[in-house]
C-alpha cells in the first residue's frame, strides 16, 4: 500500500467520525432542547417554570430559568455544552429573588454551581452541587459565621434516590465572646421506591458548643422489612421497623468526660398507611397546635392495640474502662389475671466504679437498686399501676390515664 493510499484513508477515517461526532453532537442538542421544552411545559405540581435561551451555538446553549412557587422566587443561569454526552451547569443568581435575599441577609461569598451530566447513551450521571466558603455577619448582635466549601451528590437509578453530602466545617463566633465549631460534617440520604421510610445518616468530626466538646459523632436511622411480615398484605400495611444508632465519643461537658455515650434502639410495627396518617396529622398540628393532640393519639390507639414497639438495644455510658447500660422495651401487653396492663420493662447496670456512693445511697436504702458482682442494678417495670424498681412503686398511675 502507497503513502498516498494510506494517507487518503486516514483522512476518510477522521472525515466519518467527524461527521458522527457532529451528527451525535446534533442529535444531543435536540434532545436538550425537546427534554428543556417538556420540563418547562409540565414544571412539577404548584411550580410556575419559565424558561428563556440567551444565546446558542451548534453545541452550547446558554439560558436563564426563573421558577416561583408560593411567593418565593429563584433564578438560575446557566449553560449546555453537547459533544459525547451533554453538561448542563446552573448558577444561583444573587441578582433577583431568593439569591438577592441571600445577598442582602448578610452572607458573603455565595456562589454555587450544580452540575447535570448524561452521557452519550442519555444516561444520567449523578447530579453534583457546590457551595463555596461562606461568611454570615449579623451587625446587630456581632454574629460572625463561616463555612468551608459544601459538596453534595444525588443520584437516582432503578427507583432508588441516593444523596451524600459534606462539608468540611464551619465556625461561629458570638458577639457574646462564645463560639462553637464542627468539623468533617457528613451526611447521606437513600430513598427505595415502595419503602415508606428512608435511611439517613450525620456523621462529624471534632466539635465545640461551649460548654459541650466532643471528638466526634454519629447518627444513623435504617429501616428494614419486619422478618415473618405478611408478604401478602397490601404495600401500605407491611409492616416496617426504623432503628436509630447514635454514639459521641470522647464527650466533655463541665469538666465530666466520658469515653463513649448512644443508644441503639427499634421502632416496629410501623406500616405505610400508619406513617401517611401520622405525617398528615403532624403537618395540620403545624398550623393548629391543638391538632397536635390527635398525633399523640394515633400513636396511644396504635400502642394500645400492640401494633407498635420500642426495643432499647442498648443505652450505654462508657468511662474508666467501664461501661454502664439501659436495656428494654415498650410495648403493651394486657394482664387478664391482674387486669394491670403492662407497658413495659427496662434493666439498668451501672459499675460500681462510675458512681459515687452518696449519690445513690438512698437507692441502695429502698431496694430500688442492688449491688450484685460489682454493679448497681435495677429492673424497671412500667404498668397502668405505676412505675416499680425492683419491686418497689416509684410513681403512681396517674400519669398513665392518658393510656386508658
Sequence with gaps: MTTTKRIGIAAGVLVLLAGSGFGLVHWEGRMWDERVAQIAANPPQGIRVAYEETGRTWRTRTFRVRAEAEGLRAVWDGSAEMGWGTRTVLTLSLDEGLGRSIRDSGVSGYRDSMVVETSASGAMKPVLWRLDALEFKDAASGDVCTTEPLLVTAHEADGKTSVTGSLGGFVCRFGDGTSASIRDLVLGFAAQEGRPIA?????????????????????????????????????????????????????????????????????????????????????????????????????????????????????FYEAKDKTA???????????????????????????????????IADGVASGELKLVNGEYTTKLEITAGGIFANDQPLAGPGIYQLLR
Design 199 to 315: 435511611d439517613f445518616s450525620l456523621s462529624g468530626g471534632t466539635f465545640d458548643a461551649g460548654e459541650l466538646k466532643g471528638d466526634s459523632f454519629s447518627v444513623k436511622l435504617t429501616s428494614r422489612r419486619m422478618e415473618g411480615a405478611d408478604k401478602t398484605a397490601a404495600p401500605a400495611e407491611v409492616r416496617w421497623e426504623e432503628r436509630a444508632d447514635v454514639e459521641v465519643r470522647k464527650p466533655r461537658i463541665e469538666g465530666e468526660a466520658a469515653d463513649r455515650v448512644g443508644f441503639s434502639v427499634r421502632l416496629s410495627g410501623l406500616t405505610g398507611a400508619f406513617i401517611e396518617e401520622v405525617t398528615a396529622a403532624s403537618e395540620a398540628a403545624a398550623l393548629d397546635p391543638l391538632a397536635g393532640w390527635r398525633v399523640l393519639g394515633l400513636w396511644r390507639d396504635a400502642f394500645l392495640k400492640s401494633e407498635i414497639g420500642v426495643t432499647l438495644d442498648d443505652a
Design 325 to 359: 447500660h439501659l436495656t428494654g422495651t415498650l410495648r403493651y401487653e394486657a394482664s387478664p389475671q391482674t387486669g394491670i396492663p403492662k407497658y413495659g420493662q427496662f434493666e439498668l447496670r451501672i459499675p460500681e466504679a462510675l458512681v459515687q456512693p452518696a449519690t
